[in-house]
């Protein structure tokens, strides 16, 4: 299982601690692979990039037009965190849907 998300993100931190297991890759230092980008943008469409973040509200409309997957390439905090992938499957979040679809209290 691995966790991508953000090290100071509050989200994260919470998801895991709840999955010790989980390797977690740090997406500002370490990226996410194309791959697993494509098929996350495929499977979350209207909620991958977080516009609701300081990143988002600082970009200018031209930039905001822009593809999410270059978007998020560029700032990897505007993806909404934590990306979760769990034996092929991906999660998005740390709500009470992921929790209970990873076997979490």
Known sequence: MKLYGLKTCDTCRKALKSLPAADFVDVRKDGVPADVMEQAYAQFPDTLLNTRST???GLS????ARPPLELVAEHPSLMKR?????EG???LGWNAEVKSALGVA
């Open 89 to 91: 499957r991906l999660f």
């Open 55 to 57: 990143t988002w509200r």
């Open 61 to 64: 409309d031209e930039e905001r």
């Open 82 to 86: 934590p990306l979760i992938e769990a």
